[in-house]
């Protein structure tokens, strides 16, 4: 088991370089570069650069340097000083951005994770074990309103409710006191004020398809023999549900972790703009458009490295539940 | 008073009346038990014996309330009399009750068919064990463990401290089925049902299995509720037996009278079926005998497979005549499914000859063939499959399925296709109006017809039939096997037939190969195989083979075969 991590670990390595080199290429493909947009920007304000100048920023930036030698120097600084670079826009190392965006992404996905998961599994279980009674018709229909109502629209009608019908502030994670102030735990209080919204929102899309989901691997599992041999052993209905199909139904959700990591930073971008949330989405989407290469690379990377160690973690679990896996 | 009348007759420990188990569907009630009536008395053996779709099982299910949704229990009485007098009829207990949960796994235990999906794959063997232990006797974590080890101890699993913290795919087929007895038995229940428990396993694990449940029934005096559709195995262990069909009991009596004087038509088919595989097919007696002078279709030399590190065929080499048939036996892991796959070549031998003499008299070895010319011999050598259910496509009509190999060979399309589709039909005893209906709307035995009608579509010259009755009932069983017979001496075709089913092999082989861990250790006349092998594993294998004949119930004159076992006459396979 261990020489299996460490070799995973080990080629690891070169996927991220591979996919590191990949995506600076990729960034820089769309024609012009940083200082082409900040040109554009400040021409929108009748302000007029000239060549001279745009030459002096692409020094200052090292853009004027073949995209080889800028991209072995931006890896230089991450594998030897941890520093991802600047980032153009913000003129902020990278590191320092997207930190606090990450743990406040962290935080959101998790508290929606953990939403969806506390909804989703009792009821895709009753789903199952009562299959076409009147509740699994009402859960059913609410699945599929859940999957097909687009989440911003969700979003938007939402905030609506809760801004005009409630009064409460909708938008962002803090109220405007807190937003640039320190940790304490009034913030923290705040943030818990905030988060419920998107929490919802984020949470009533994948309930939906999760509780499809658990509901055909239940019908799966409910009718193999062992479930007999469980129920002719005098083991209470609940017990046996618990123990024996739940069990192994809940195998699949593992390898979902795979996909899950990497969805924290790329995931949910339209909803966090129209909510106006501080998360990771909206600053990488900002920082496409913008060209700011070192930020954008930065993200890329982290999901890259996410996606790796996500499906690792997943592998390792799934083989520590389900001994199949472990000892065949 | 009632101490004077102690002569009264003991009352059964299990007695059900008038029972009735439904299945309520979309469109009306469908009974699957229809007002049955049997008892049980405490120490004796009631066999249930009946063909698939006879409500066996349902009628096991019910008594523990345990039947799949959506069928229930619709009237009728199961009474289970206590050791105190009492009685609780289970029939009115709610399924999902504390009363009825109670009776489950401790009064009254059960073991099914099949021992690798009845035990769950994520726990192992002995926390399932415990799991009963805990439940119903209040045992500590400790002293159930200790408790499942001695349980394993019993049914005689080796290295019971190792084996209890194993996975049930770590062990092999019989194996699972100890630990599911050890599971039952665990609470030393007053009635065991056993579902259908020997019939996924080899002839000699399941002799060995039969003796373990009567030892144990001797030793602990609980009564057997065995559910069964071999004759054979009844006629060995049974007190009692009771004839289901179509949901109905036929007849209910001692095995004694069952079977030396049967009283209902039905019963005698059974009986009259397992009997019929005592001797050779009318058809095979009447035929003339075989040229043996011929020169051979197919010779087999020196054959190995080698799958990674396991030898599944081992230097094997056997010869077919023209219009021959050839049985291959051998319990499962003896190579003889691999050996019909690899005639077919359908797999790359890893060395030996397969030569094959086509109908112009040259000679071919299909070990080295490939391309255009193995596709050409491929025609000539079909293949029917054991599960009629599997080897269908359930997306193609029966017209497609049939009519397949002559399109994909470009033999015949359009009309043609369809007058040739319909003859195969009418051949195999199918009526061709239902071509264009799916798989699905046939039985069992229809579709193996089918099956075969597939394999003989391009008038091939060798059928290799792998287990092709194996998941027959009986009463099917002889009117595919006869249809094989008369479909050979119609198309002058050689079979290789494999089972492992001796009656099966005796009914329709002219010669036998028996097949032990990739090698052939005896080939020989079937007649002669069946009744006096050579070869000590022969013997071993035919003395595992439950008699159809309750008086004839010596279980001393078995034994299992180890290699070690010294060849007595220095026989030797060719």
């Known amino acids: ?328 | 008073m009632s101490d004077v009348l102690s002569i009264a007759p003991r009352k059964p420990l299990l007695e059900v009346r008038n029972l009735v188990t439904e299945f309520p569907l979309r469109k009306g009630v469908f009974t699957a038990v229809k007002d049955l009536s049997f008892s049980i008395e405490a120490g004796k053996t009631l066999c249930v014996v009946g063909e698939s779709g006879s409500g066996k099982s349902v009628t096991a299910r019910s008594i523990l309330q345990i039947v799949d949704a959506p069928g229930r229990i619709a009237s009728g009485s199961i009474l289970l009399n206590q050791a105190d007098g009492s009685s609780i009829d289970l029939a009115r207990l709610n399924p999902r009750g504390k009363q009825i949960r109670d009776i489950r796994g401790r009064d009254i235990a059960m073991i099914f068919q099949e021992p690798m999906s009845s035990l769950s794959p994520v726990h192992t063997v002995g926390d399932q064990i415990m799991e009963a232990l805990r439940l119903h006797m209040n045992m500590s974590k400790a002293a159930a463990r200790e408790e499942a080890v001695n349980l394993l101890r019993q049914v005689e699993i080796p290295n019971p401290n190792q084996a209890v913290d194993r996975y049930a795919f770590q062990y092999s087929g019989g194996m699972r089925q100890r630990a599911m007895i050890a599971m039952a038995l665990a609470c030393k229940p007053k009635l065991l049902i056993a579902d259908e428990p020997t019939t996924a396993l080899d002839v000699t694990t399941q002799a060995e299995i039969l003796d373990l449940i009567a030892r144990l029934q001797k030793s602990t005096g609980m009564a057997v509720l065995f559910i069964t559709h071999d004759m054979g195995v009844v006629a060995q262990i049974a007190d009692n037996v009771l004839v289901m069909h179509h949901g109905v009991a036929k007849e209910y009596g001692t095995v004694e009278q069952i079977f030396h004087s049967p009283q209902d038509p039905y019963t005698k088919m059974l009986i009259g079926s397992v009997l019929k595989l005592e001797q050779k097919a009318e058809i095979r007696l009447k035929r003339p005998p075989l040229d043996t002078t011929a020169k051979p279709i197919l010779e087999v030399r020196n054959l190995v497979q080698h799958f990674g590190p396991v030898k599944a065929l081992n230097d094997v080499s056997i010869s077919l005549l023209p219009g021959e048939t050839l049985g291959i036996v051998g319990e499962s892991g003896s190579g003889k499914t691999t050996m019909g796959r690899a005639i077919m070549r359908l797999y790359d031998p890893t060395g030996g000859e397969m030569l094959y003499r086509k109908a112009d008299g040259n000679v071919i070895d299909l070990a080295k063939i490939k391309g255009e010319e193995l596709k050409a011999a491929r025609r000539e050598l079909r293949m029917v499959f054991q599960d009629p259910f599997g080897s269908l496509n359930p997306r193609m009509t029966v017209a497609q399925v049939i009519g397949e190999p002559l399109l994909v060979n470009g033999i015949a399309r359009g009309k043609e296709l369809d007058e040739r589709v319909c003859h195969l039909m009418e051949q195999v005893g199918l009526d061709p109006a239902g071509r264009e209906r799916y798989p699905h709307a046939f039985s069992g035995g229809q579709r193996q017809r089918i099956g075969i009608a597939r394999a003989i579509t391009l008038k091939p010259r060798i059928i290799v039939a792998d287990e092709a009755t194996s998941a027959l009932d009986v009463s099917v069983r002889f009117q595919v096997l006869d249809l094989l017979m008369r479909l050979q001496d119609e198309l002058k075709l050689a079979y290789i037939f494999i089972s492992h089913d001796i009656g099966v092999i005796r009914y329709m082989c002219d010669r036998v190969g028996v097949m032990y861990r990739g090698q052939l250790v005896e080939v020989g006349e079937a007649e002669k195989v069946c009744t006096a092998p050579d070869h000590p594993y022969t013997q071993a294998l035919l003395s595992a083979i439950p008699r159809p004949d309750p008086r004839d119930r010596d279980r001393s004159r078995r034994f299992r075969y180890t290699e070690t076992t010294p060849i007595k006459n220095g026989s030797s396979a060719r």
């Open chain 1, 1 to 328: 088991m261990l020489r299996f991590i460490a070799k995973r670990l080990f080629w690891m390595i070169p996927s991220l370089f591979a996919v590191s080199f990949l995506a600076f290429v990729l960034i820089q493909l769309p024609p012009g570069d940083y200082v082409t947009t900040y040109i554009a920007t400040l021409a929108a304000s009748n302000e007029v650069i000239d060549q001279n100048t745009a030459a002096q920023l692409r020094e200052r930036f090292g853009l004027d340097q073949p995209m080889i030698i800028q991209y072995i120097k931006w890896m230089w600084g991450i594998i030897t000083r941890g520093d991802f670079g600047m980032s153009f826009e913000w003129q902020q190392p990278v590191s320092g951005l997207i930190w606090e965006r990450m743990a406040l992404t962290l935080a959101l996905a998790i508290a929606s994770l953990i939403a969806t998961w506390a909804i989703a599994l009792p009821i895709g279980v009753f789903s199952a074990v009562r299959k076409y009674s009147i509740g699994d018709y009402a859960f059913t229909v609410f699945s599929f309103l859940g999957l097909s109502i687009p989440s911003f629209l969700l979003a938007l009608v939402l905030m609506y409710v809760a801004a005009v019908e409630f009064g409460q502030d909708v938008g962002g994670l803090f109220s405007h006191e807190y937003e640039a102030a320190p940790w304490s735990i009034a913030k923290m209080i705040d943030l818990m004020k905030h988060i419920w919204l998107p929490v919802i929102i984020l949470a009533v899309s994948s309930t939906a398809s999760l509780i499809r989901v658990m509901r055909a691997n239940m019908l799966d599992e409910l009718p193999k023999p062992y479930v007999t041999t469980a129920r002719a052993k005098g083991l209470s209905e609940f017990r046996l549900l618990v123990k024996y199909p739940m069990r192994i139904a809940l195998n699949p959700f593992i390898s979902t972790i795979a996909w899950l990591l990497p969805n924290l930073i790329s995931g949910s971008v339209v909803v966090a703009i129209v909510l106006n949330l501080p998360t990771a989405a909206p600053l990488l989407l900002q920082s496409l458009m913008a060209q700011d290469m070192y930020l954008a690379g930065a993200f890329v990377l982290l999901i890259c490295a996410l996606t790796l160690i996500g499906s690792l973690i997943s592998d390792v679990l799934l083989a520590l539940v389900d001994p199949r896996i472990r000892l065949e």
